[in-house]
């Protein structure tokens, strides 16, 4: 799952960014209006988050340009602010969630599922034969056992689940964890493939991740590829 965090205060954008990665999420970070602008506009998300008070352009104005173009994106505003002319003027303009500052980190990924729920393109779950893989977990489950993927294995799983029949590129791992296309980077990748493939085996699953570098991978059940 994809999101566009736009806030102006950088400490404070990589701090929540971090966290959110490590529930799964890939993030990119705009710093002012103009740059959230652009992003919303030439990339696909399931949530993008605008603080109302940026530069170059506010949230707000972001938010109506956003909508005239006819990006239906879920939107959630977040301000400072606690004057309710803010969250009338957000919801009006086309926002879909309003959350003021301070907020908890988990208010604010309880309320991105519920909006890509609402959207209708999260699955709480995914199931690999017998193994379930519990997505808002980060757990690969089966009978009474369970096995917890690191950030990293939780993006590349992801990637593979959207595209359960289909190729996965390198480049499109490296870009998913935001790798430099690096032959370190390269054995990174096959490292978290290994480590996913054995959590598999652990779990006594038909399912693995098969493949190379050069020709690319895919997942599915083994001895029929």
Known sequence: MKLLYAEDEKQLSRAISTILEYSGYEVDNAFDGEEALNLAINNNY?????????????????????RNKNISTPIIMVTAKSENEDKINGL????????????????????????IRRNNKFIETYNFGDVLYNIADSKLEKENKSLILNKEEVKILNKFITNIDGKIEIEQLLSTLKYENKEENHSKI?????????????????????????????????NVQ
Request: avoid cysteine; proline fraction near 3%; glycine fraction near 6%.
């Open 190 to 222: 096959r490292l978290y493939i290994a480590y996913i493939n054995k959590k598999f085996q652990e779990l006594e699953s038909d399912f693995e991740i098969y493949g190379d570098i050069e020709y690319g991978f895919k997942l599915g059940i083994k």
């Open 92 to 115: 009006d303009s086309g926002a879909d969630d309003y959350l003021a500052k301070p907020f908890q980190t988990n208010e604010l990924i309880a309320r991105i599922k519920a909006l």
């Open 46 to 66: 399931d949530v993008i988050i605008l603080d109302i008070m940026m530069p170059k352009l506010d949230g707000i104005q972001v938010l109506k340009e956003i």
